[in-house]
């Protein structure tokens, strides 16, 4: 086991119970309340600004929720200037605080209402939209099958399933989350959506992996242990940059859960996704910038 890894679970398991004493019980009220629960995301009330001219949806992954996921990556935008958004979605009857587990397609119909209410709340003609594991995934079929590439400039995947991955890779991802074990006895839709050649994935990648109109990025770890092989997130297709992260930090030993927890460098290179007009080379460096 990677170093890194001995100390990311226990990391991880330490953020989820900080967001769990914050989070209602249900997500309508969570929505409701997450402004003060995020730091400062969520902020119905936030205008963009010239510099930063679309809100920024974040999409959390499978077991996560529209805080543990963001408890770094959404205070990092905020502080430099973006109104950003995240929600909860993929909910199952009688489970809470575990999300992102109903079937991608429901999921992504909740993301189309969810960035409709950002673009009326904030007068913004598209947003950004970043989103980790899951959530960096289920957007193409928003932008696919739902109209979503006319209210999106730019869709960025951190360690996204685009292609799928073992059910094996997949509950891997319960050792990040305590209690989740349970739900294994309970139907999730979203694991057997996610796993290599099910119906749900042969239906999103059929004709291509993009649409036009919208640019893609994908930040993808080689210590991935979730999303396998690797480099089966990449997507094909104009307007993509496919990277990854140990070729801008080749000391960044972040695993699939890490990278969109909390590596600044994976940040930095979210916001130059976000920013390419102003743009800045990620480097190691980039975890004090």
Same mark, same amino acid.
């Given at each position: 086991m990677l170093p890194w890894k001995r100390l990311i679970r226990p990391l991880a398991a330490l953020l989820l119970a900080a967001a769990a004493t914050t989070l209602p019980a249900t997500s309508a009220a969570a929505a409701d309340t997450a402004a003060t629960?995020? *730091? $400062?995301w969520n902020d119905y009330a936030c205008k963009p600004s010239s510099a930063h001219p679309r809100p920024v949806v974040l999409v959390h992954g499978t077991f996560a929720n529209s805080v543990d996921n963001w408890l770094g990556l959404a205070p990092y935008l905020v502080n430099r200037g973006y109104c950003v958004y995240s929600l909860d979605y993929g909910q199952l009857p009688g489970v809470p605080f575990f999300n992102g587990l109903g079937p991608i397609e429901k999921s992504a119909q909740q993301l189309d209402t969810f960035v409709d *209410?950002? =673009?009326?709340s904030t007068g913004a003609a598209e947003v950004d939209l970043v989103g980790h594991s899951q959530g960096g995934m289920m957007p193409r079929y928003y932008l696919k099958f739902l109209g979503g590439a006319a209210e999106v400039n730019a869709l960025i995947g951190i360690a996204p399933s685009n292609h799928g991955t073992t059910l094996g890779g997949l509950t891997q991802l319960l %050792?990040?989350?305590?209690g989740a074990g349970d739900l294994l006895s309970t139907a999730?839709?979203?694991l057997a959506d996610q796993v290599v050649g099910s119906p749900f994935l042969t239906? =999103?990648?059929? $004709? $291509?992996d993009t649409v036009p109109g919208v640019t893609y990025t994908v930040l993808a770890t080689k210590y991935d242990e979730v999303v396998t092989p690797y480099r089966s997130q990449f =997507? %094909? $297709?104009p307007n993509v940059r496919n990277v990854v992260i140990q070729d801008l930090c080749a000391a960044d030993l972040s695993e699939h859960a890490a990278i969109g927890l909390l590596d600044r460098v994976a940040f930095h290179e979210v916001t130059n996704a976000l920013d390419p007009a102003?743009?800045?080379?990620?480097?190691c460096l980039s975890v004090i910038g």
């Open positions: 629960s995020s *730091r $400062g *209410r950002v =673009l009326a %050792d990040y989350f305590p999730t839709p979203a239906k =999103l990648n059929a $004709g $291509g =997507l %094909d $297709g102003h743009a800045t080379p990620t480097t």
